[in-house]
């Protein structure tokens, strides 16, 4: 009968707990980022209590990485001090992007995880219920390890079929958006089922990324073998555990999605629900592409970004940020690094780069950028005046080559 949600907040509250209860759980991973843990960390100065949860939580310095102002550098000499100070985690300028390393290295399946970042629902992909925090709920899980919550109803998505050619899971993401809207599962968790063998673990992660640009607490896959093979390849096998729904779990809405009736979409300003087919955006002039983020920047991503760039040239700027040291490292083993900058691209350090305005790759005014992040709010990369498109890697790649938004499966 329970959800998977509701599986994961019974173990870690030791009750049956069920849609709509209130309980206090355990927190097994903690996350804050350099935008965010300055704030928790004042608070955390100022209450002067014991903190029990240190070996739980995890510091990364991403949204401005290298710094390029001397506040930042304050702040994150502060992130650094500290977390030596209480025995934290550190990960510094370079490892790369939250998300992505609280994949690569520290959640589980079946994790409770809170971060003080909206997109911590990224790590549902490998089957863990994960959620942002304000800083000062956060500050209280690094102070006692545990929190309260309220179990999210959900509403289960039941996936069939195959994408086809030059459709990803981008593209899925932004059409479960449009159908619910920006506030259509508000406070809920988008929990899927099916045939989601046929999503990639990556593509799961871009998913469950995107789950809060509908409202949603949460965005949960079930843990399955493409998941144990994901973390045995991160040398992780044995954090592996399967977690599933019951087969007569009950959710609030069911929805069905046959992934071979997807086809690529874009989302035009300003909202993430304002999508369009690709037929509907192509020829939209655009003055910059950005490849990278919590939610694109993984080596398949980027496989799929080369695969179409390869042998072409940009005809406008062409910003590719891998979202950790190790996809960096992969990318360029492979060879992939190489095929950005012979098209024209340039490659910047593990991080979250233009994707939020305060580092590189900040647009002029009246410019237009086709991004594969995941907002595309006025002014979200640093300019009101400018404009955001969002996609999929490969549409994005197309629309580097053509110097206007296209149709990715013409290159595939």
Known sequence: MPTIVEKIFSAKSESEARAGDLVIASIDQIALQDGTAPLAIKQLQELKMEIKAAEKTHFFVDHASPSPRKELSNDQKLIKEFAKKIGADFNP?????IHQLMVEKYVKPGDLAVGADSHTCTYGG???FSTGMGSTDVAVAILLGKNWFRVPESFLFHL????SRGVYAKDLILKIIADLGVDGATYKALEFAGEV????VEGRLTIANMAVECGAKAGVFPSDKLTEAFLAELGRKDDFREIKADSDSEYEKEFHYDLSD???????????????????????AIDQVFIGTCTNGRLSDLRIAAEILKGNKTRV????????RRIYLKAMEEGLLSVFVEAGGLILPPGCGPCVGIHQGVLADGEICLSTQNRNFKGRMGNPESEIYLASPATAAASAVRGEIAD???FL
């Open 126 to 128: 490998i089957g863990a």
């Open 262 to 284: 997807i086809e690529p979409l874009v989302a035009k300003p300003h909202n993430v629900d304002n999508v369009v087919s690709i037929s509907e955006a192509e020829g939209t």
């Open 93 to 97: 300028p370079g490892e790369g992007i």
């Open 197 to 200: 063998e046929n999503v990639d």
């Open 317 to 324: 700027r062409l910003i590719i940020g891998p979202a950790s």
């Open 408 to 410: 990715p499966r013409e």
């Open 160 to 163: 069939s079929g195959k994408f």
